[in-house]
């Protein structure tokens, strides 16, 4: 016996399970004999998209009843992405400026899926920030679309801007529609005026027309302005945003420099501001002032700047504005081009020199002869009265001669003539000298001291075409050498003078005063002299025998000093008379003590008829009178009678023996 069945399916909702996503076979009427008969059932889960967690079961229908055969449980996991909103109007775009808006794609699925957005295949208007990135079961990814639209256009649609979603056999897509408009324009130009390479800053008004707080980044358009490049500000801020003109190139006549700054708001709309520059010409870099004493040469270190990003090389012209007419006597030189590394300083070394006091305004000026463009300096030279030259030092014994030379440089065409002051007397020059043009003149003086010791002089040369020279002289007079030795030879108790003559190398009267070191010598303390010839007496009178050596020394304030050698000879007395004595009479006979201190002298006759004094002690370098007397003998010799007075000392100075002097002595009768 058979039994008849017919299978089903029940318990699943279809808005979970599609019909053929969970099917059986086989399917229909079965027929199955009675206690043996069986079969085999096949059940197949084929979904088709994310399917959540179900539960079904499998029965049997035979005689009108519902047999209960097995449940069923089951899911599919799977990727299911989603965006918030499919379609983003934007509106009107002012033109240059950009509006955002946000979107959200949310994973409703069961595993993690990887997201890129095709933009290669967005307009260059559009773009969006993640491009790219993975999104979690139940998670949300916030995404900004940016609308910048470059070129005005009219309503725009931008469809099928598709998201490949990993997984998914769908790309996710996206609708953007939005137009761009002219951006309002300020109706003032913004002028801007300065010298090319200097600056001119203004303050621009800025207004954030949205209630949200943003950072714009502001287009400025030419190259001669610059900003920053950022500006924050708060919901409906007013404010300033300062920008500057620098412009590197002159702006021709009639001609301006064209430039814009816009500012781009978030909600889309934005502003302009047109802008207009004049450049002037440079003015002087600086304008230098420097001192210096004539005929001193100076350098000055002028710094070049290369304001452009590529090396330049410029001419260099210096010019002498005033006094304006040339002037041979004034030198401006330099290098005549000067090349400077981009973006760098280099210094120009001017070098200046002037023969005359003076102020010379100059020029220097820098060109770049392929674009015209140049920079310059001013330059103002006070040149005051001129400093020494040299020093020339001179060296020599006094009443000799030492000579210098000093060249001066004519650079005029014509002669010039230069005159000569020196206030030292013993500096003796040319009063005026000439030197032909454009040549060097040598001019030869002379120092002559008269009196040792070291002094300072100025010699200055002054001409009208080239102003003064001043020449410091360190003049070094040294002591004299020693003058011919003066000779004396005379005997003990008698004097020699001897005439000492010397040159007085002053101009004028001059008094001279000696002294010797030796007291057998003496001279007159002071004698005035006047003329070129000097005589001065010297009397040697010795107090031993032998040689005596000793020095005179003649000096003036003015003359100078004269050393003479003094040599002397000393010989033994010699005998003197006779001394004629008549009878009942008495003669007096002059004896000097030529010893240094007081000295007692004996006398003694050797003929009775003659008798002679004896004195006390004769004080030194003092004459006294030996009082001799005669008597003739009564015999009747007719006469005449002779004798012979010996005068002697103890003991002479440097001698052991006795020193005595001779008198002889002759009688007369009456």
């Known amino acids: 016996m058979e039994t008849l069945l017919l299978l089903r399916m029940d318990g699943v909702a279809e808005s979970v399970l599609r019909a053929d996503d969970l099917s059986f076979s086989p399917a229909g009427e079965l027929n199955l004999k009675a206690s043996v008969g069986s079969c085999n059932v096949e059940i197949q889960f084929s979904p088709r998209q994310r399917t959540p967690p179900f539960t079904a079961e499998l029965q049997a229908e035979f005689a009108g009843l519902l047999h209960p055969l097995l449940t069923i449980q089951g899911c599919c996991q799977g990727v299911e992405v989603q965006l918030d909103q499919d379609h983003l109007a934007f509106g009107a775009v002012v033109q240059r400026c950009q509006a955002r808006k946000r979107i959200v794609m949310m994973n409703t699925g069961g595993i993690d899926a990887r997201f890129q957005w095709k933009t290669e295949n967005f307009p260059p ?6 491009a790219k990135g993975c999104i979690c079961p139940g ?67 800025v207004f954030n027309p949205t209630n949200q707080h943003c950072s714009i980044r502001p ?30 190139s002159v702006t021709a006549d009639g001609k301006k420099h064209l430039g814009s700054v816009f500012f781009s708001f978030p909600d889309g709309t934005g502003m302009l501001y047109s802008l207009q520059g004049t450049a002037e010409p440079p003015k002087a870099e600086d304008n230098i002032v420097h001192e210096l004493p004539a005929k001193t040469h100076h350098t000055e270190m002028l710094p070049v700047h290369n304001w452009l990003s590529q090396q330049q090389r410029f001419r260099v012209l210096m010019e002498i504005l005033k006094p304006d007419k040339p002037d041979a006597t004034v030198s401006l030189k330099g290098l005549e081009y000067i090349e400077v590394p981009a973006l760098a300083r280099q210094d120009y070394k001017m070098s200046f020199f002037t023969y005359r006091e003076g102020h010379y305004n100059t020029k220097v000026t820098f060109r770049n002869e392929g674009s015209g463009d140049y920079l310059y300096y001013l330059v103002t030279f006070k040149a005051t009265s001129p400093g020494v030259l040299s020093t020339i030092e001179l060296v020599t014994p006094v009443r000799q001669t030492a000579s210098a030379t000093v060249q001066v440089e004519n650079p005029l065409t014509t002669v010039t003539c230069l005159t000569t002051e020196c206030k030292c007397p013993e500096i003796s020059a040319p009063p005026l000298q000439t030197v032909p043009g454009q040549s060097k003149g040598s001019l030869s003086f002379e120092f002559q001291p008269l009196c040792a010791g070291e002094s300072t002089a100025l010699l200055t040369l002054h001409s009208h075409d080239l102003g003064f020279f001043h020449y410091d002289l360190l003049l070094t007079a040294l002591p004299p050498p020693p003058e011919k030795t003066v000779h004396f030879n005379t005997c003990l108790g008698s004097s020699h003078s001897v005439l000492v003559k010397f040159t007085n190398h002053a101009h004028f009267k001059t008094e001279y005063s000696g002294k010797t070191d030796c007291p057998e010598f003496t001279v007159d303390k002071a004698l005035p002299q006047a003329g070129s010839e000097v ?136």
């Open 125 to 130: 208007e559009l773009s969006i920030t993640p």
């Open 139 to 205: 998670m949300e990814v916030p995404f900004e679309v940016t609308f910048a639209p470059v070129e005005l256009i009219n309503d725009k649609i931008y469809e099928n801007l598709s998201c490949c979603v990993e997984g998914s056999p769908s790309p996710v897509t996206l609708t953007v529609t939005g137009s761009c408009i002219v951006a309002s324009t300020s109706k003032e130009v913004v002028n801007f005026v300065c010298p090319v390479r200097g600056s001119h800053s203004q303050t621009l008004p």
């Open 219 to 248: 287009v400025v358009e030419g190259e001669q302005w610059s900003a920053a490049s950022s500006v924050i500000l708060e919901p409906h801020q007013n404010k300033t945003y300062k920008i500057t003109y620098r412009p590197l």
């Open 535 to 670: 005589s001065m007496e010297v009397s040697f009178e010795p107090h031993q025998l032998g040689k005596v050596r000793g020095q005179l020394s003649v000096s003036s304030a003015i003359g100078g000093d004269y050393i003479f050698p003094l040599h002397g000879i000393s010989l033994p007395p010699k005998a003197q008379g006779p001394f004629s004595i008549r009878t009942g009479h008495r003669v007096a006979i002059p004896f000097k003590n030529i010893f240094l201190k007081t000295t007692t002298f004996s006398f003694q006759v050797d003929n009775n008829c003659f008798t002679v004094k004896e004195a006390d002690p004769i004080l030194s370098k003092k004459t006294h009178n030996i009082l001799i007397s005669f008597e003739a003998p009564p015999e009747g010799f007719p006469g005449p009678w002779f004798g012979k007075l010996t005068v002697s000392s103890q003991c002479s100075e440097g001698h052991s023996r006795p020193c005595s002097w001779v008198y002889y002595l002759k009688g007369l009768p009456l």
